[in-house]
């Protein structure tokens, strides 16, 4: 696969799948390969099972989360990114910081940092990275929402109640924004 013979490394790690089935590292070679393939589709199952397999893979689960975000469910992205940094703090802290670094428009960086950070219980540097996103990105339900549960974690709830005002009006059908808000308003 790193000579770029992706195909060959497809059928090689196909085969190891086939010989060694609980082999978690064998699905998350399989699954890469599949990935610089163009079969996402089949690389999300390989992912999939690694992460039955070793559901404490960082890669299987930073992987997965990037395949999910390309397809736009960030929810279920944003779930395997704070996976991702629980398995290997340093390591998600690491790389998402050079992301933003290296990308600080991109919005879904600033995403998968906060994620991280929220995991890490780093929540002051959480909500800002999440503020960063949506100033970016107004429309980034997925972000604001996050930003809502970081401000009501901090009790901050006004600031929550307004994001997830926000959010039932980009996405009237995310039923958690919905529950979120009325207990805001509770308290």
Do not use: C, I
Request: charged share 20%; aromatic share 6%.
């Amino acid at each position: 696969m790193n000579q770029g013979q992706v195909p060959q490394a497809v059928e090689f790690f196909s085969k190891a799948v086939q010989l060694r089935p609980g082999l978690w590292e064998a699905h998350l070679n399989l699954a890469m390969a599949l990935e610089k393939h163009g079969d996402s589709s089949r690389a999300m199952t390989s992912y999939t099972e690694a992460l039955r397999l070793q559901p404490n893979s960082f890669s299987a689960h930073l992987h997965l989360g990037n395949l999910l975000a390309d397809r736009g469910d960030l929810m279920t992205a944003m779930k395997h990114y704070s996976d991702a940094a629980r398995a290997q703090p340093e390591t998600a802290l690491a790389e998402f910081n050079e992301s933003v670094r290296a990308h600080p428009q991109d919005t879904l960086a600033h995403f998968k940092l906060a994620n991280a950070l929220a995991a890490l219980n780093h929540r002051t540097e959480a909500v800002e990275s999440l503020r960063q996103a949506v100033r970016l990105k107004t429309d980034f339900w997925e972000a604001r929402y996050l930003l809502g549960v970081e401000l009501a974690t901090q009790e901050k709830l006004r600031e929550a109640q307004e994001q997830f005002l926000e959010v039932v009006r980009l996405r009237p059908d995310f039923a958690l924004s919905h529950l979120n808000l009325g207990v805001a308003l509770a308290k």
